[in-house]
């Protein structure tokens, strides 16, 4: 089968759904001409023109809420933020009027509106350029959630997400940009709240979300030879979240880690271990650990920038420590 | 632009009838107890509704804010609806879920009031985009405040609406006071119609309280509009002669020498003066008056026996059916 | 077209306001805009415009300036001119507003668990594997037992070769005594145990609550007091035949017959009352004597032994006692009785004639300081007016603590149980 960078398999996904659907324009700064500051455009400029390619002023209050209004009278606009910090300016339209403008209208109102951006520390792009924030977005009533982690995912998702009526963020860990894997020719979507079994074991469940699947990947390999059998769940999408395959899991491991690069409180880790503590109590076999990133601003330098999130050594000694309690 | 002829006049003077019938009927229920939350009546400036409404279809979208009753009303929510909505009826508009900021009949055009200032400006621009992508010749109308024009929003959505040169209709309704702040105090730039040559788009100021100035002036722009010519910026300057919110007290930010200068410029004894000095006759106007009383006793006896929401449908409609 | 005034909500939460001043009267012109009348909420003063044009009419019930009343409550009306006050009020209900919900309280409990840590998976496992984890210890670095530490202990035994050589030869299951010692090892002790223990057809009830009691308050008693007791024998023919006088008398009228046990309860509270030193308690440093002769009175329940009070035996009719006494035992058997009618005895008697037991030693029950035990009335030979002739006779057994009291008065007291026993002529009357 062909391999795929990540960015190419969702600028695929794109282009093949603007080719189908002549409502779908994107706006953002850079994703005309330029193609993208992540090449999620490239090439989409010469084929349809500024008017589905409109690079906007940097005014994310403002072209959120333009796609808002555009979203509820007929067309399909996605948003690329670049950088998904800078969604920030534009949370109150985000919170108070595109998650809430279905339930307000009663469903009459539908609101096909994509948001995709780069998130995740790396690259020393420090305190304003690494944000994820999507514990936050996941939290609130009316948005949908996709963390792509490898081409195939990011292709499959994102052709979900340019069909659904909902709000969907959708998010890529700067990271995995360049990644590459399999991706097939013919047509194919991901639904979403259907998680991966990315490996199959026997001692441990460990969830984990964007790029930390690959970092945890990495560990199992090492610790494969210590003989600690790892399984592996890769949720793929936070909101809707698949309880129901991590619970399965750990009716046959009794026991699990969930690794995020995000923050400890009130996040992704908190809410797999109370759902599970709630649903698979007697299947427990030790508490549920979390593995989080620092609750701290992200840093610039290097040594300071690797210590504020999880890293392979450290993913592999809290499963291994998990496996001996 | 043709001068409005007979029909356009009469309904001109019974949509700003029933407007200010049913505010003086919700004002009422609101100190009955009847209507819970907030309840911003737009005594006073019936003639801005009026005037814009009166050019839209329903494939155009109005986009308000939290004194929106008047707009939605316009637009052709039928008071049996808005009453009942804030009655919080399962028959309202928005189906007891929304209540008077939340008011929304996408079936003619009524996107929604708002309790927010100033997304209604950025969501009518982006109606502009969609309208304009599908290549169609609607609009998108945005009503806002004075204390909507000092916001990002403001500045942010006639931007975009201007380099893109979109079919929208941004309405301000300077009625003068944000709350209680006087739009002086705010702005050091006391007129709004002349911000719009910073986003180099027409501006223009009318009086508000004058029907057939508000009529004209948007008939203009929303023809330039439809037509391709891009957004318009619309000052009306009118008052409110109640409250900023049912229940609030008047507290002494304005003098009542003030207040009642402008209930001498009401709008609608003003427009029946003129229909009377172009020859209409008093008992056709008296038998509007009628009508309008009868169809709003309708609908406050339609709002009273109207049944409760059912709370098993909480959580429908968060998400789409066809969600993935 | 009455249009009624109310008092108004003029706030998100006002829910009742002060009517201050009419600015209007009744029977005034009303147009509408004009103030007509002033409301007080908050501190603060507001005029109240109509809505409405009329004439203004205030009922008589309508609650005169200065009081406070909640929001909607009717004040007047707007009639057209000469229209005729409504006389019943039409408006609609204030719509409630939904309860909001109640937090649930935070518990803060400190730990209930005793015995060792164990995970919820390893204690189900345990449950169903039948495996008793009370004495294990959890093998992973918490100290946790874990499901790998259940499924261990399930797995055979770990036994020395003489005591597995011996549990062949002698036809002990291994299998049985490693689940009764999971993750120990077995030795040849633990099989000669197990051949010497009997076979196990062992019924095993838990202690009921009301059986926990007695047992504590019988050996209390049998370690703590000096018991004597004495044994005297009574002729009971003149009771006997009182009784069976009784039987005849009251029993067609549908009265009463005073049982045996209630003829004793009498006499011995007559004899008490002569002989005050046996209605006595041993207390903290002193004896104390009782004003009132409260008996005890034995009744075996189902459930146990159970003894409630009868109050002032000595002060009741035979008739009341017997009424009484009835009453007692019967909610005595079906578990009825409150708590003050088993607490405060002076004295108890306890009747095991009926299980024709001639003669026992009861143990007291403290604080007191004795108890009557009647056995039997039996006919037996007796020396009577120098004959040998049948006669009922009843032996009489008394203990008392002879810390509290000696032998002699004992003795006294006893013999005048006797007495009142072949006597009842003596004490009938009283």
Known sequence: MRELTFTAAAREALAEEMAQNPAIFVVGQGIGKRGGNFNTTTGLYELYGQERLADVPISERGFVGMCAGAAMTGTRPVVDFMFLDFILDGFGELVNQVAKMQYMSSGRLKMPLLLRGCIGVGGASATHHSGNYYPIFAHLPGFRVALPTNPYDAKGLLKTALRTDDPVLFLEHKSLLNTKGPVPEEEYTIPFGQAAVVRQGTAVTVVAFALMVRKTLEACEQLEKEGISVELIDPRTVAPLDVDTILESVRKTGRLLVVDETFGPCGMGSEVAAQIMEKGFDELDAPVRRVYGAHTPIPYSAPLEQAAVPQVPQIAQAIRDLVAE | ?324 | MAVEIVLPRLGWTMEEGTLVEWLKQDGDPVKPGEIIFTVESDKALNEIESFDEGVLRIPADSPPPGTTVPVGTLLAYILAPGEAMPTGRTTTAVATTAAAPTAAAAVAVSSRRSGPPISPRARRLAKQLGVDWSQLKGSGLSGRIAERDIQAAARAPRVSPVARRLAQEAGVDLSTLAAQKPGARLSRQDVEAALAAPPAARESAPLSSLRRIIAQRMGQSSRETASVTLFTEADATELVALRQRFKEALGPRQQWVPTYNDLFLKLTALSLAEHPALNASWGEGAIQMHRQIDLGVAVDTEAGLVVPVLRQVDRLSLQDLAEQSAALAENARTRRLKPDQLQGATFTVTNLGMYNIDAFTPIIDLPQCAILGLGRIALRPAVHQGQVVPRHQVVLSLSFDHRVVDGGPAARFLDTVRQYTEQPHLWLGR
């Open chain 2, 1 to 324: 632009m043709n001068a409005p002829n007979k029909e356009v006049l009469l309904s001109l003077y019974r949509q700003m009838l029933v407007i200010r019938r049913c505010e003086e009927q919700l004002a009422r229920s609101y100190q009955a107890g009847l209507i819970p939350g907030a309840c911003h009546t737009y005594v006073g400036e019936e003639a801005i509704a009026t005037g814009v409404c009166a050019h839209l279809r329903h494939e155009d979208a109005v986009f308000s804010t939290h004194r929106g009753h008047g707009h939605a009303l316009a637009k052709g929510v039928p008071p049996r609806q808005v009453v009942a909505e804030l009655y919080g009826k399962s028959t309202g508009c928005s189906q007891g879920r929304g209540g008077s900021m939340h008011l929304f009949s996408p079936e003619v055009g009524m996107m929604g009031t708002s309790g927010i200032v100033g997304p209604c400006i950025l969501q009518a621009t982006g109606a502009g985009y969609s309208f304009k992508l599908l290549k169609t010749d609607r609009v998108g109308v945005a009503f806002f405040g004075d204390g909507a024009v000092n916001n990002g929003a403001f500045h942010e959505g006639l931007n975009l609406a201007t380099i893109f040169n979109l079919p929208v209709l941004f309405v301000c309704e300077n009625n003068q006071y944000a709350t209680e702040v006087p739009f002086t105090y705010s702005s050091k730039n006391s007129e709004v119609a002349n911000r719009a040559a910073a986003y180099n788009l027409p501006g223009v100021a009318v009086d508000g309280n004058e029907v057939l100035a508000v009529y004209r002036v948007a008939g203009e722009a929303i023809e330039r509009a439809r037509k391709g010519g891009g957004p318009t910026l619309m000052e009306c300057r009118t008052y409110r002669t109640r409250a900023h919110a049912e229940g609030m007290r008047e507290a002494g930010y304005r003098s009542i020498e003030e207040i009642e200068s402008w209930k001498a410029r009401d709008p609608i004894p003003a427009f029946r003066k003129q229909l009377l000095a172009r020859g209409y006759r008093a008992g056709e106007l008296d038998r509007i008056d009628e009508e309008v009383k009868a169809q709003i006793q309708e609908a406050v006896e339609f709002a009273e026996q109207s049944p409760w929401p059912d709370p098993s449908t909480l959580m429908d409609h968060i998400y789409s059916r066809s969600g993935a």
